[in-house]
């Protein structure tokens, strides 16, 4: 199990006048998996070829257990790396691309032979052995790319969007695996995704990178709760911002005054809550009641999607389909915002 640090790590290509990665600082516990998640472009794959050792950072340190590795050839960090496009060798079979990295460190063939059988059983690919590459569905080839990384056992597990060329069935299929493996061998793993929800369910901790620059580095559910800016906030699906006031717990809005929940920042801010926080119709009691008027609503089948109007800020709710279901387009709907569901962002 390794810890991993990276301390002040920039990436500036030559000719580019932005970093692509800039002073990024993470500390990555022994043994976790941690999500690098932005949207395309925001400088993921460069920080993992920086901890690989295919990239050499313009500035910064990458450390395993409190040791740079900068000086350290690639193939010697222990740090192995599976990309969204598999990458297998088509000549070979499943089972010399699986033992590649056994074969190259000069193991004995039988050992071999048994590393491999076992490691297909783990990614549950048993008796695949002699088959090539071109014989197998996307998932499968993204098993064997995942197969060949952990029979070297190494101390990293660099896992580059390995689920984006997937269907989304296969994709909840491996990304499950991939939780159960990491759990079972507890290899030190960072995960690059650009999907929010693929980071929430995999990630212990999340680390949210937009132009290059780290966000937010927290848990899952502080992304939600207690989201660092807007901007965060909306990439995790926010939609409700209304500009106001606190002062003293209470948020005075066009919407009305409400009550915050105790520390909530003081002074000019921007008040969010969750769609899904929003109480409504039948569900509507206790504090910060509201009287609001249905501007749309939108049946998804497991709940209820609904733009209401307080004055004059329009709010976006999703609710239970059975507690709106008598409610019409431009009827007076109840609506209560919890304190517990607000957070106040500074502006
Ligand atoms: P992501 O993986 O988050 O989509 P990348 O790390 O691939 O983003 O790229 C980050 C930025 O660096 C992008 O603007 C990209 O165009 C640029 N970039 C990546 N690799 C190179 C390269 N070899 N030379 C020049 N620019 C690059
Ligand atoms: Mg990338």
Redesign the pocket.
């Known amino acids: 199990m390794t810890h991993l640090s990276i301390k002040g790590l920039t990436k500036r ?1 030559s000719g ?1 006048t932005e970093a ?1 990665v800039a002073d990024l600082n993470l500390e990555i516990e022994s043994g976790s998996l941690v999500a690098l998640l ?1 949207p ?8 993992m070829k920086m901890i690989a050792g295919l990239l050499e950072p313009t500035a910064g340190d990458i450390l395993f257990d409190k040791q740079s590795i900068l000086r350290i050839a690639p193939e010697r960090r222990g740090a192995v790396m599976v990309f969204q496009n598999y990458l297998l060798f088509p000549y070979m079979s499943i089972a010399q691309n699986v033992g590649y990295g056994l074969k190259i460190r000069k193991i004995d063939r039988a050992i071999i032979d048994q590393r491999v059988r076992e490691i297909l059983e783990l990614v549950r690919l048993p008796g695949l052995e002699s088959r090539y590459p071109k014989e197998l569905s996307g998932g499968q080839q993204q098993r064997v790319a995942l197969a060949r990384a952990l029979v070297v056992e190494p101390r990293l597990l660099l896992l580059d969007e390995p689920l984006s060329n997937l269907d989304a069935h296969l994709r909840f299929e491996l990304r499950d695996l991939i939780r159960d493996i990491q759990q079972k061998m507890g290899i030190t793993t960072v995960f ?1 995704t650009h999907d929010q929800e693929e980071a929430v369910v995999l990630a212990d901790k999340v680390a949210l990178i937009l132009d ?1 620059k780290l966000r937010q580095y927290d848990n899952a559910d502080a992304y939600y709760k207690r989201p660092a800016d807007e901007e965060t906030a909306r990439f995790f699906g926010g939609q409700n911002f209304v500009a106001g006031r606190s002062a003293n717990g209470v948020f005075e809005a066009p919407l009305g005054s409400l009550s915050l929940p105790q520390g909530a920042h003081e002074g000019s801010g921007i008040l969010t809550f969750r769609p899904e926080n929003v109480r409504i119709g039948a569900a509507a009691t206790g504090e910060n009641s509201l009287q609001a008027r249905l501007v749309d609503k939108i049946f998804m089948g497991t709940q209820t999607r609904l733009r209401l109007s307080v004055g004059d800020e329009t709010i976006t709710a999703i609710a239970n389909p059975n507690d709106v279901e008598g409610y019409l387009v431009d009827q007076e709907v109840p609506l209560a915002l919890p304190s517990s569901a607000l957070w106040v962002l500074k502006n």
């Open positions: 290509f580019q692509a932005g395309s472009g925001c400088g993921k794959t460069t920080t690059v290059g």
